[in-house]
């Protein structure tokens, strides 16, 4: 079964609008990390946000940790085409499941030129 | 620094056989994990072993096996292959050391069954 969801399930932009998505879950956590897979490849790690941390920036990238709410969400700024990606929230929860990440169902986002 | 690496990347095995995937994680990381991707149930937790040891077992069937070795190198078994097999098989390293335990990724290995 999956943590959470994530919300929206796909997202459609332009080359330099900013994409926003965010990531509800179930349990409480330790970290949560952000992921990007390109179509047939493998996860890119993007973020990890710890449980006591509530923001969080890479880059172009900014994440933000409501753990009152149980959510968190992912901000890609000036986005690019190579942007274009489905995006995983992924949390791990208490010392014995470090390696045991649960993902959210992803967000497919689409940058057009 | 390499990364998580996966063999093989693509294969075609047919129901009832069996299938081994090897992981080689980052250099110095002690956690390997293992992770069956499908488009219906999405990222699943398959296993995680952590210096030879599985510290935790996802909801898979005993056909799903996994081990690691001392040099902490992995492979994970699938034992009489279903069309349900088919799926991304992602092995993953982390250094397991505590808080902020970031998680790598390898490019995975597209498995087939026919």
């Known amino acids: 079964s999956q943590q959470g969801e994530e919300d929206p399930q796909a997202l459609s932009i332009q080359e330099g609008e900013n994409a926003t998505m965010n990531c509800s879950y179930k349990?409480?956590?330790?970290?949560l990390q952000w992921y990007r897979q390109n179509s047939g490849r493998g996860l890119v790690h993007l973020i990890l946000i710890r449980s006591n941390e509530r923001e969080k920036h890479s880059g172009r990238l900014r994440v933000t940790l409501d753990t009152s709410k149980k959510s968190s969400s992912l901000l890609i700024t000036a986005s690019r085409a190579a942007d274009t990606a489905s995006y995983f929230c992924a949390t791990d929860g208490t010392t014995d499941s470090w390696g045991k990440l649960q993902f959210g169902a992803g967000t497919q986002v689409v940058v057009t030129p | 620094k390499a990364g998580v690496t996966q063999t093989p990347r693509y294969l075609i095995k047919t129901r009832g056989q069996q299938v081994t995937l090897s992981c080689s994680p980052i250099?110095?990381?002690?956690?390997v994990s293992w992770y069956q991707q499908t488009p219906g149930q999405g990222l699943q937790f398959l296993f995680e072993?952590?210096?030879?040891?599985?510290?935790n077992k996802g909801n898979f069937p005993g056909r799903f096996s996994g081990r690691q070795f001392s040099n902490s190198r992995s492979e994970m078994n699938v034992s009489t292959l279903e069309l349900g097999d088919s799926a991304l098989y992602l092995c993953?390293?982390?250094?397991?050391?505590?808080?902020?335990?970031?998680?790598?990724f390898g490019e995975g290995s597209w498995l087939t069954v026919v």
């Open positions: 349990t409480s956590i330790n970290n």
């Open positions: 993953a390293s982390s250094l397991r050391t505590g808080e902020g335990n970031t998680i790598y």
């Open positions: 072993y952590f210096s030879e040891t599985q510290r």
């Open positions: 250099s110095g990381h002690r956690s």
